[in-house]
């Protein structure tokens, strides 16, 4: 099949807009302000993002390792079976979180300027 010069603009062109939605949906997350670790529903924790912090999150299942250093935090280790928890990376946006299912601890982003999100599940 022979792609002739508009099939070829119309690509070009379809591919800037994503681009440009991509750039604009960037520009507009809002980065959040404090890291809240919720287990089994309950809140245990509440931290600034800006802090830099190791903490031991000891809950009735096991025990999860948070870091929170330049902006942003992880968990750097997690005693459960198949460490999903650890291997969902960085978070720092608010409506972020990482899940850890088997320890039932679920750690969110939240800020001043409210969720991006409608709503959230727990």
């Known amino acids: 099949m022979k792609y002739k010069k ?11 807009a994503a681009l440009i939605i991509w750039g604009i949906m960037m520009m507009l997350s809002s980065k959040g302000s404090e890291v809240v670790v919720y287990e089994d529903g309950k809140e245990l924790y509440r931290y600034s993002l800006s802090d830099n912090i190791r903490q031991e999150i000891i809950s009735s299942a096991g025990v999860n390792v948070l870091i929170i250093e330049n902006g942003e935090c992880y968990l750097e280790d997690a005693d459960c079976p198949d460490k999903l928890c650890v291997k969902q990376g960085k978070i720092g946006k608010i409506g972020e979180s990482i899940v850890c299912l088997p320890h039932k601890v ?3 982003i939240e800020g001043e300027g409210g ?5 959230t599940a727990q």
């Open 6 to 16: 508009n099939d070829l603009i119309l690509g070009a062109l379809i591919l800037v």
């Open 106 to 108: 679920v750690i969110t």
């Open 115 to 119: 969720s991006e999100y409608d709503a």
